[in-house]
């Protein structure tokens, strides 16, 4: 636990909007290990996105980060200018999967000259156009026989509607891999799948995180599919972090009322359909509290004017909710 | 439940979309987007049909409503032959059918207010005064649990679960007694799902409806179904009582399907997903529909097509689902629960 390849501390965020400042990301703080997969849990609008637009640097005009670092490798993203980040990191250390793969590859060029000029981008080199070319190219082709593409040759020479969802999100998969990243960020990859094309790309994603040595931020919304593929687990509510820890601890023994809620919620688990009563409060007029605490069915005065924030215990488990700020229960 | 009358009876519908025959030229061949189905949904139940994308299940939605006219077999309704009709003749008797749009967004008019959107209805077919309409309107806004202010608020203006009321407010105001859901809970998130498909258990209670419930979420159709029935490219492969098509599936492309669904104990073991990918509808494979993805497939399976065989209530249509062993994804009421 002591190799950290990417780590957030503190990171708050802000959108100038029309009606006001909005408070997108308060306190965010999480640990990627090296080697690891770890997911990020929340629902619709809680700020998973910009956490991952923060990392790579493409936040929307407005936004501001107020505070807060973002290590990668020990490097600090926040402190890169674009110029450094184009060339040393984005696409080349740091590659992305997007969630529709369709909206992420262009509808006019065949498939395999927008591979070759990822690859041209991302991983110059001083020989002859010819010979580096063919190289990018054996490259490409070994890595969609890789990720199990039919026919990769002439995979190459189509354009991505000639792809089903399925195939168009292992071209994406492969794209992300071909410049060797050390980190892979994939934002919602199998959403937009059906389940047993899902279940084909979760399998691949677990292989090949094996083969290539690869650390990845699994963003996504389903709960199932973090069980199934993530190591660690990171919750996040409204902007807030909530609770983070190893996967099957976490899902096992969840301890903040907004997880044991959102679990509640899950058909594999309910007991009777019920909903977490109230709705996500905005982020323009968000206090210091607890985001949860309207909703919280164990709310307690202190919850709504601070917020704790708990260290991780020795299992690497930490909840940042008040009802666990006792002196007995927190460990260093 | 079996001594429910039916409501809707579908037999050997098949519908082709598309084919042209042109002069001079080569004949595009229709593609076969529902094939010889036959169902009975019997009154008050609710009907899950779950399949992947491209299956046919929409396609299947959009016939009983009117909309899409079937190229061959037979529709139902209380029992009155309701098929072979052009599209607007068949809207007219199948007044008692409704359809709950899967975007609900994109089903209401950005430019009208959710009172205008929800009295077009009853405006349409010729509903009551002015003042009884709004009566009706706000009557129903209560009933979907939302404030009857809503009337003036914009699509816009509304979250998910709330567009979706307003959807199920509009075509309740028309009093159906069969609705199709088509992917109710798709976009929303858990939290918000719960509260929806409470509300749908509620409103069923309430005015006696029948739900067909067209989803690809297995896990919510095992909680809201009475029965289910699984498509796999415009075939019906298996239906069944949900409690019995979940606790033991019998035909290979549902074991795969109920296999496939992520689990959150992360202890459980991984099944083998299945291989490939659907074939296009439009170059459909001999035999079983199925067999060119299907692990225990024969020679066999590749000359005729087979039909589903009920056994006491458990239809399934492979002959071979005997000889294949038994499920082995089985999955236990509450793993997690379980284990905690």
């Not at chain 1, 110029?83 to 590659?95: A, D, M, Q, V």
Request: positive net charge; hydrophobic residues 40%; proline residues 7%.
């Amino acid at each position: 636990m002591a190799d950290p390849i990417l780590e957030i501390r503190g990171l708050r965020l802000s959108i100038r909007t029309d009606e006001g400042i909005a408070q997108v990301l308060d306190h965010i703080d999480f640990t990627l290990e090296r080697g690891r997969i770890l997911g990020l849990v929340g629902e619709s609008g809680c700020g998973k996105s910009t956490v991952i637009r923060a990392i790579i640097g493409i936040l929307p005009a407005g936004a501001r980060i107020e505070a807060g670092t973002i290590r990668f490798n020990g490097e600090d993203l926040l402190e890169l200018g674009e110029h450094e980040l184009n060339t040393r990191i984005r696409g080349s250390r740091i590659s992305f999967i997007p969630q529709d793969p369709y909206l992420a590859l262009n509808p006019v060029f065949k498939v395999g000259s927008q591979l070759l000029e990822i690859m041209r981008w991302h991983a110059p080199d001083s020989s002859t156009r010819r010979g580096r070319d063919k190289r990018h190219r054996d490259r490409i082709v070994a890595l969609l026989r890789r990720v199990q593409l039919p026919d990769p040759e002439a995979a190459l020479e189509r354009y991505p509607h000639q792809f089903s969802g399925g195939q168009r999100q292992r071209l994406v998969i492969a794209a992300a891999l071909a410049t060797a990243p050390a980190l892979v960020i994939a934002d919602e990859p199998t959403t937009a799948l059906d389940v047993t094309t899902q279940q084909q790309i979760l399998d691949l994603l677990r292989e090949l995180a094996v083969e290539f040595g690869l650390s990845m931020l699994f963003v996504t919304h389903d709960l199932g599919v973090v069980a199934q593929l993530c190591d660690d687990l990171c919750v996040i509510y409204a902007g807030q972090l909530v609770e983070s820890g190893n996967t099957a601890e976490l899902l096992a023994r969840p301890r903040h009322p907004y997880t044991k809620a959102l679990l509640a919620c899950h058909p594999d688990r309910a007991v009777a359909f019920s909903g977490i009563p109230g709705t996500v409060p905005s982020p323009l007029r968000a206090g210091f509290g607890c985001r949860f605490a309207p909703r919280c069915s164990d709310v307690r005065g202190l919850c709504i004017t601070r917020r704790p924030h708990l260290m991780a215990d020795r299992l690497g488990r930490r909840v940042d909710c008040a009802l666990y700020d006792m002196p007995e229960r927190v460990t260093t | 439940m079996t001594a429910a009358p039916a409501i809707v009876e579908l037999r050997d519908v098949t519908v082709l979309l598309g084919g042209a025959r042109r002069w001079l030229r080569a004949v595009v061949p229709p593609v076969r987007a529902v094939g010889g189905v036959s169902l009975t949904v019997r009154a008050g139940e609710i009907i899950g049909l779950v399949g992947e994308s491209g299956c046919g299940k929409t396609t299947l939605g959009r016939t009983l409503l009117g909309l899409q006219r079937e190229s061959a077999g037979e529709i139902r309704l209380d029992g009155v032959c309701v098929s072979a009709l052009p599209p607007k003749a068949a809207r007219r008797r199948r007044s008692a059918i409704h359809y709950v749009h899967q975007d609900a967004a994109a089903a209401l008019d950005p430019w009208w207010s959710i009172g205008r959107t929800l009295e077009e209805g009853l405006r349409i077919h010729g509903i009551a005064t002015a003042a009884e309409r709004r009566v009706r309107v706000d009557e129903m806004l209560d009933a979907v649990g939302l404030d009857p202010l809503t009337r003036r608020r914009y699509p816009h203006e509304l979250s998910g679960g709330q567009l979706r009321r307003v959807a199920l407010a509009r075509i309740l105001l028309l009093q159906p007694r069969f609705v199709i859901l088509d992917e109710p809970t798709s976009g929303l998130d858990m939290s918000v799902q719960a509260t929806v498909l409470n509300l749908l258990l509620e409103l069923r209670k309430r005015f006696g409806l029948t739900y067909l419930f067209i989803s690809h979420d297995l896990s919510v159709v095992r909680r809201m179904c009475d029965r289910v029935a699984i498509m796999y490219l415009g075939r019906i492969v298996e239906v069944a009582e949900a409690d019995q098509l979940f606790a033991a599936p019998r035909h290979p492309y549902t074991r795969a399907l109920l296999d496939a669904v992520p689990r959150l104990d992360p202890s459980a073991a991984r099944p083998v997903a299945l291989h490939g990918e659907p074939p296009s509808a439009a170059r459909l494979p001999p035999g079983c529909v199925f067999s060119s993805r299907c692990r225990h497939a024969e020679p066999s399976c590749r000359e005729a097509e087979p039909v589903l065989q009920d056994e006491s209530g458990h239809a399934v249509a492979c002959p071979r689902w005997r000889d294949i062993g038994p499920a082995v994804g089985g999955r236990a009421k509450n793993p997690v629960l379980a284990l905690a």
